[in-house]
């Protein structure tokens, strides 16, 4: 039996790791400040690896937002190479699937739009 096809809104949502400085404790003032966010489905944090996990849309928020108002809660992400990483990986997969959900597919029996008179099957008549 197949499962029931995703809907749209379960498609858009993403959790994402969020990694703090390891010497900061999370104060529980961020989590309720990165809930508020328009957007952010739910939030949990791992208090001793100082690790939040992130739920959100990605046609309301991307990662780097996310990042941004971390840090003006207060917040201090980590900053090792792995970690910068991983944030440009997810910021990239959020503009992915952001594209994805606006493309607007064509009808395979047209010609995508720009196209030449040529490639429509038009022929060039001679005078």
């Not at 840090?71 to 997969?93: C, I, K, M, P, T």
Request: contains cysteine.
């Amino acid at each position: 039996m197949k499962p029931a096809p995703l809907s749209r809104d379960e498609v858009s949502a993403v959790r994402r790791a969020v990694n703090l400085e390891r010497h900061k404790s999370i104060p529980e003032k961020m989590v309720v400040q990165i809930s508020a966010i328009p957007g952010v489905l739910a939030v949990r944090q791992e208090q001793h690896k100082s690790r939040l996990w992130v739920t959100y849309d990605v046609r309301h928020l991307n990662y780097l937002q996310l990042c941004l108002s971390i840090h003006d809660a207060e917040g201090v992400l980590a900053s090792g190479f792995w970690r910068r990483w991983q944030r440009n990986w997810y910021s990239f997969q959020d503009q992915n699937l952001r594209d994805n959900f606006n493309h607007q597919p064509t009808c395979c029996s047209r010609a995508p739009t720009g196209s030449s008179s040529i490639s429509r099957g038009k022929k060039h008549e001679k005078h």
